[in-house]
């Protein structure tokens, strides 16, 4: 997790407690997007309010505040606990067993490792070297 998502993450917490943050990263053209999840939904009075509470990293940044929609990022290893079952997309950092993007069902998740039954067969990723993951629609 990055510093600026660590940050985000603790003011959050007291702002809007419920708030999930899903992924934080600054995308081509100085634009952070945020995804936020909450136990009841996200809307958009609570993007809003999520902007807001932000409000002064506007300075740095072109804010986007949303759901994390279908294709969900997946990006902590609760993330992979609770979708078990679930079809996701894991691209590595390096290539293993031959490949980068591993796309399966969702069959383990501990604290340092995620496992996925692939195409390829099943395969065991450490957290550390996953660069990008998501759900996948069924």
Do not use: W
């Amino acid at each position: 997790m990055s510093n600026l998502q660590a940050d985000i993450e603790a003011r959050l917490a007291t702002a809007e407690p419920d708030v999930e943050v899903v992924l934080a990263e600054v995308v081509p053209g100085d634009t952070l997007r945020i995804f936020i999840d909450h136990p009841e939904g996200v809307t958009l009075a609570l993007c809003e309010r999520v902007t807001r509470d932000l409000g002064d990293l506007r300075e740095r940044f072109a804010l986007e505040v949303s759901s994390p929609g279908t294709d969900r990022p997946l990006t902590k290893p609760a993330h992979f606990r609770r979708f078990l079952g679930r079809r996701a997309r894991v691209r590595t950092r390096d290539a293993r067993a031959g490949h980068r993007s591993f796309t399966g069902e969702l069959v383990g998740a501990t604290d340092s490792e995620v496992t996925i039954a692939a195409d390829t067969g099943v395969i065991a990723i450490p957290y550390d070297d996953i660069h990008r993951s998501n759900l996948v629609e069924e």
